[in-house]
């Protein structure tokens, strides 16, 4: 029985860093500086902001980037945290937005909810207008389906991990600074 020794970790950190993908890198974001590299925004999107999803993105990134500002969305708090977010974001020097989608990798039909990619229309209306204000300093990483991106196609940078799991959140953060390679092709064709 392999399960629980580090060599096993090990190994499913490896396969976690092979898999990650940079799907686009149209404004060159990746990969982003370590320390206060101007103000860094991180905005975690989640089905529960008391869940466990995320905490392992925050703690390596706050490792690299001491003063990032940090906030959970859910679909609770978006519409409370939108007017907040958005002033954040106009002045932040780069934006990191991690989506952690739970739910089946279905696209979305013109019209319909956005609740496959996010956990609801609040979230997705905030990335929405993040992507269209502040695209340029924004990298989206989809932990989880890659699919998420169908709805938003204004984003310009975009990596996604294919899993939600804690080593998948530890790969996307050492990716996203440059220190492992990005070997990743996606095995979906996306439009």
Do not use: W
């Not at 907040?84 to 932040?92: D, E």
């Amino acid at each position: 029985n392999h399960v629980g020794k580090p060599s096993s970790y090990a190994l499913a950190q490896e396969v976690a860093d092979y898999a990650i993908t940079l799907v686009k890198d149209d404004n060159h974001m990746v990969p982003l500086q370590r320390g206060d590299a101007g103000q860094t925004l991180v905005l975690i999107f989640v089905s529960d902001v008391h869940g466990d999803y995320g905490h392992v993105l925050e703690r390596e990134i706050r490792s690299r980037v001491q003063g990032a500002t940090v906030i959970y969305i859910d679909r609770r708090n978006a519409d409370v945290a939108a007017a907040g977010i958005a002033t954040l974001a106009s002045k932040a020097q780069r934006i990191i937005a991690a989506t952690f989608s739970m739910s089946q990798p279905a696209p979305i039909e013109a019209g319909a909810s956005s609740a496959s990619g996010l956990a609801a229309q609040g979230s997705a209306g905030i990335l929405r207008n993040i992507l269209d204000t502040a695209g340029d300093k924004t990298v989206v990483l989809a932990l989880g389906s890659p699919y998420s991106i169908l709805n938003f196609p204004t984003e310009r940078s975009y990596m996604c991990t294919y899993s939600f799991v804690t080593t998948s959140e530890r790969a996307a953060v050492k990716a996203l600074f440059g220190e492992i390679p990005i070997h990743g092709k996606l095995p979906v064709t996306l439009p």
